[in-house]
Structure formats: C-alpha cells, structure tokens
C-alpha cells in the first residue's frame, strides 16, 4: 500500500538533464500513467521501468520512492487538464467548453479516487511545489471557464465555483469501476450540466 510520509524536502537540482536522462524520464511518467490507470498505484515499479525500456536503476534515480513517480504523474495531469482548459477558454460555444473540461475533470478524479488530494497534502509538506502549483493553476482554470459559461448567461449567476468542483469530486468517488461506472459517471455529470443550467437566463 502507497504510503505517503516523506517529510524530507527534497532539494531541487538546478543542473540541466541530459536529453537521454530527459526523454527517460518523460517514457517513465507515461509508463506510470498508464500503470496506474490499469493497476492502481500501488502497480509495481520494475514493470513500470520495464515497460519504459530502463532499468529498474534508472527509474530509482529520477523517482528515488514511489510517492515521487505518483506525484510527477499528478503534476503532468494537471498540466494537461489546465491547458485543456485555456484551450476552451475561446471555445465559441461557452456551455460546451465547460462541459468538454469538466468530463476531463472527472476522468481524472476517477482514476485516482481520492489519492489526489493525499498527494497534494504531502507534496506541499515536504517541500514539493510541482504538484500543488498545477493544482492551483487547474482549479483557475475551471474557475474563468465557469465565470464565462456565467457571463454568457448559459450557466446559472449563483453557481459557485467551489461547489461544482466538489460535486464533480464527488461523481469521481461515487462512480463504480470499469466500463458501467464510467456510464454512471457521464449519467451523474449529465445531471450536474442541467441543474448548472436551471436557473439560467432562457432555461
């Protein structure tokens, strides 16, 4: 089971990476991405180095325990979800961005059910800023996409940002596993998107 105390910081090397040592690292967050998408988190590290053509060893140097590859994993995601989310930002269709970012949203929350909010306690704690610094960044990003769909009078004025963010977390948790929890994940979403829009100006 993934434990996450590490209350060492860790400090950061300043000295550029090598394009090997780079473009390994990145093969290792993608590997882990999939693994833990598959396996849960707790998916075993050598098959993770195995699948990204590294030895074990290398994996060790850049992730020296596994609360570091499940936080470079959290902080690539959130990165590709707040881009997403500045991407849709001139989506002309103010309701549909909002819509299309919040189901990434969700897909997100239901891959790691929980363990997000853990790792971004304990990376803050120890000193590591990556994690927490996209966290912020995602949940700005969610907030602009909700204030337009609410300028353009598609969503309802008094819809607070906060809450629909916990409501999506909440589907994440609710949802089962496999294919039916992942329908009952877009049916619950699809419940959210219409009370967002109830009490709207023309809905």
């Known amino acids: 089971m993934i434990t996450l105390t590490d209350p060492q ?19 290792l967050v993608e590997q882990a991405k999939a693994s833990f998408a598959e396996f849960g988190v707790d998916a075993s590290l050598d098959e993770i180095a195995r699948r990204a053509g590294v030895a074990s ?25 707040a881009d997403l989310g500045r991407e849709l930002l001139t989506a002309e269709d103010e309701f549909g961005g909002l819509t299309t970012w919040l189901r990434a949203a969700l897909v997100h929350g239901m891959s790691y059910r929980g363990l997000s909010a853990a790792v971004l306690n304990a990376a803050v704690d120890r000193g590591g800023v990556d994690v927490a610094d996209w966290h912020a960044e995602t949940l700005q990003v969610g907030g602009e996409l909700l204030a337009r769909a609410r300028a353009a009078g598609s969503v309802d004025a008094d819809v607070r940002d906060a809450d629909v963010l916990k409501m999506v977390g909440a ?30 100006p023309g809905h």
Do not use: K, S, W
Request: glycine share 10%; charged share 30%; no cysteine.
């Open 9 to 27: 910081p860790r400090p950061r090397d300043a000295r550029p990476r090598r394009a090997d040592a780079r473009r390994n690292r990145a093969r």
């Open 57 to 81: 060893g290398t994996l060790y140097r850049h992730f020296p325990t596994r609360l570091d590859l499940v936080e470079a994993v959290l902080a690539d995601q959130l990165a590709a979800l």
């Open 171 to 200: 589907i994440a948790q609710a949802a089962g596993d496999g294919q039916d929890g992942h329908a009952q994940a877009e049916r619950l979403l699809g419940l959210l998107m219409n009370g967002l829009r109830a009490g709207a």
